[in-house]
T-cell receptor
Framework: GDSVTQTEGQVTVSESKSLIINCTYSATSIGYPNLFWYVRYPGEGLQLLLKVITAGQKGSSRGFEATYNKEATSFHLQKASVQESDSAVYYCALSEWAGGYKVVFGSGTRLLVSP | GPKVLQIPSHQIIDMGQMVTLNCDPVSNHLYFYWYKQILGQQMEFLVNFYNGKVMEKSKLFKDQFSVERPDGSYFTLKIQPTALEDSAVYFC????????????FGEGSKLTVL
């Protein structure tokens, strides 16, 4: 079945430094899936950060970027300069038709930005 | 932005009892979902629901689980009877369209089965 693999556990980055959280996926549909990054800030519900539905395209939001790389089946999340307010748990996810659209999530990566 | 509300936020019950988790989805959304996340593990799909019917369910959606949304009220997940392995955080989500996969999530209902 479909699966998403992302950087495990916790990542600690100093404020103003760059960030990359790796994500690779495996999708079983004939076409290709929609790809997402979701984020859960402390005390809040999971919310969409960015999405890309076309291979080769880049999505961006709040300074974060991710490029849909169909050849590498990757969708890494990057930010050039992180802030303390970016501390959260980030989930890579995909959706595709499987008798109904289902969203499959990675295990989540906790980002801790230190001052 | 649009909000999905879940009630209760935390419930503790004895094994074998019944529990109902309630979800108030975004008002104009048509597709509803439940996900389960055991502490320290991945968030996993349980079921999706549209037009009064279960569209798809995973292996985690045991016979003891049921979902419904009577008359456009809460979208509910009922577990009867509960088992120890049902202890988890259950997340409800809703979406307007099916073909984008963009979901709006609640903050979760933490279920502890003793």
């Amino acid at each position: 079945g479909d699966s998403v693999t992302q950087t495990e556990g916790q990542v600690t980055v100093s404020e103003s430094k760059s960030l990359i959280i790796n994500c690779t996926y495996s999708a079983t549909s004939i076409g290709y899936p929609n790809l997402f990054w979701y984020v859960r800030y402390p005390g809040e519900g999971l919310q969409l950060l960015l999405k890309v539905i076309t291979a080769g395209q880049k999505g961006s939001s709040r300074g974060f970027e991710a490029t849909y790389n169909k050849e590498a089946t990757s969708f890494h999340l990057q930010k050039a300069s992180v802030q303390e307010s970016d501390s959260a748990v980030y989930y890579c996810a995909l959706s595709e038709w499987a008798g109904g659209y289902k969203v499959v999530f990675g295990s989540g990566t906790r980002l801790l930005v230190s001052p | 932005g649009p909000k999905v509300l879940q009630i209760p936020s935390h419930q503790i019950i004895d094994m074998g009892q019944m529990v109902t988790l309630n979800c108030d989805p975004v008002s104009n959304h048509l597709y509803f979902y439940w996900y389960k996340q055991i502490l320290g593990q991945q968030m996993e799909f349980l079921v999706n629901f549209y037009n009064g019917k279960v569209m798809e369910k995973s292996k985690l959606f045991k016979d003891q689980f049921s979902v419904e949304r009577p008359d456009g009220s809460y979208f509910t997940l009922k577990i009867q009877p509960t088992a120890l392995e049902d202890s988890a955080v259950y997340f409800c989500a809703s979406s307007l369209e099916q073909n984008t996969g963009q979901l709006y999530f609640g903050e979760g209902s933490k279920l502890t089965v003793l």
